[in-house]
């Protein structure tokens, strides 16, 4: 699902965001990626989304070439991955429906398909309830779920999380995880940067820890590993 061969980031002030890191990610995968501010999470993430491009090195997305990848092919590339940020983006102005159908409406997925598909992944989340509602109207717990939903519609292979639970109580961040836990399930890959020790200890999934740019360690079943 995802290949980094010998990836090394830096940037034009000469800050070395990624040092020579080599993963490989397969499908089905559930995995966190942990480290201290500044570590270089976000630059991993950002690669995967072609936000950014690599110095040096391979990289390899769902089998698509990122590096090598023509302009006009990256929204091709984004609209097979899910994507699920800390702010949640929702559209304030579009209902709790309307904004999960707005991920559809972008592949032109035909209007049948797409009512099913919401009410499918509404039904997932625990919101089939509150599909008229708008953003404003649920609690942050709510808008992260329907964040979910928009990155899960489309069938994605991979889901990558960028502190989905960073806003969120503890309480609810379980919620929030208990619906990772169902999609990984189901067999769709999960790639999450996250602060959460107490969320990585207990779920003893896959551990990708970086420090200073590089991978320091790459555990199968392992814990947050620094101070909360």
Request: proline share 4%; with cysteine.
């Amino acid at each position: 699902m995802i290949h980094m061969k010998n990836i090394s980031k830096v940037y034009d002030n000469g800050a070395v965001a990624l040092d020579h890191v080599n993963v490989d990610i397969e499908k089905g995968d559930f995995v966190f990626i942990v480290g201290a501010s500044g570590a270089g999470k976000s630059t991993f993430i950002k690669l995967l989304l072609r936000e950014e491009l690599p110095t040096e090195g391979e990289l390899f997305v769902g089998g698509k070439d990122v590096v090598h990848m023509d302009r006009a092919d990256v929204p091709y590339l984004r609209r097979g991955l899910g994507v699920i940020f800390q702010d949640y983006r929702l559209l304030p102005d579009k209902t709790i429906f309307e904004n999960v159908a707005f991920a559809m409406q972008v592949i032109e997925a035909p209007r049948r398909i797409m009512q099913r598909s919401v009410n499918s992944v509404l039904d997932v989340v625990g919101l089939r309830d509150k599909y008229r509602c708008f953003p404003s109207q649920l609690s942050g717990g709510e808008q992260q779920r329907v964040a979910i939903a928009r990155a899960i519609v489309n069938a994605p292979d991979i889901v990558i999380a960028d502190e989905p639970t960073g806003n969120l109580d503890p309480e609810t961040s379980w919620d929030i995880m208990d619906i990772f836990r169902r999609i990984n399930a189901a067999g769709t890959t999960i790639v999450m940067a996250t602060h959460d020790k107490n969320i990585v200890d207990t779920m003893q999934k896959r551990v990708i820890a970086i420090e200073n740019g590089r991978i320091v360690r790459d555990e199968a079943r392992g814990g947050y590993g620094y101070e909360a």
